[in-house]
T-cell receptor
């Protein structure tokens, strides 16, 4: 079973930052936090991942709390094309399986 | 073009028929995966393969068979399709699979299978 908790849905105004929260209170020291998104039933798309430190790439930023029990994915300037289901995944250091859960459905509003 | 492809993209079949879904990747990734996605369940791992001729079960393997004779191909076969196997199937690949936690899985576009 997925070890993360995410809100079922969120809205965000176009051009504003979208902040998607994720709780992973049982995360252990060697587990990474991954974020994927799925646009309209396409294959899931990798966004970002991190262990302890905050991470940033061309798509998004990942903020992980100091106790690592929660994280936030930030899309700095949301566009209509960012409307998708966003999955927060905790992945063990040595394991092949991603537990996707049901994710957060983000709707970017014009 | 490089990437991961799946075929067919849509398939309708009848109960009891054998169906094979194809997955092909051009990155020479050693690991490949099959997931199914149903409403309310997210994605669930069916089978995965660490290399040619090496496969292992995932979370929901019953009713499925896989093979991997070549690194780039990972077909999934439903030997006798059932209605409960109606789903969207995604194939994924990664360079080193679970051996390195930072190894990312890249997904194909999916196959929508309907079993009547």
């Amino acid at each position: 079973d997925a070890k993360t908790t995410q809100p079922t849905s969120m809205d965000c105004a176009e051009g504003r930052a979208a902040n998607l929260p994720c709780n992973h209170s049982t995360i252990s020291g060697n587990e990474y936090v991954y974020w994927y998104r799925q646009i309209h039933s396409q294959g899931p798309q990798y966004i970002i991942h991190g262990l302890k430190n905050n991470e940033t790439n061309e798509m998004a930023s990942l903020i992980i709390t100091e106790d690592r029990k929660s994280s936030t994915l930030i899309l700095p300037h949301a566009t209509l094309r960012d409307t998708a289901v966003y999955y927060c995944i905790v992945r063990v250091a040595y394991g092949n399986q991603f537990y996707f859960g049901t994710g957060t459905s983000l709707t970017v509003i014009p | 073009d490089a990437g991961i492809t799946q075929s067919p993209r849509y398939k309708i079949t009848e109960t009891g028929r054998q169906v094979t879904l194809m997955c092909h990747q051009t990155w020479s990734h050693s690991y490949m995966f099959w997931y199914r996605q149903d409403l309310g369940h997210g994605l669930r791992l069916i089978y995965y393969s660490a290399a040619a001729d090496i496969t292992d079960k995932g979370e929901v393997p019953d009713g499925y068979v896989v093979s991997r004779s070549k690194t780039e191909n990972f077909p999934l076969t439903l030997e006798s399709a059932t209605r409960s196997q109606t789903s969207v199937y995604f194939c994924a690949s990664s360079g080193r699979g679970g051996q390195v936690a930072t190894d990312t899985q890249y997904f194909g576009p999916g196959t929508r299978l309907t079993v009547l």
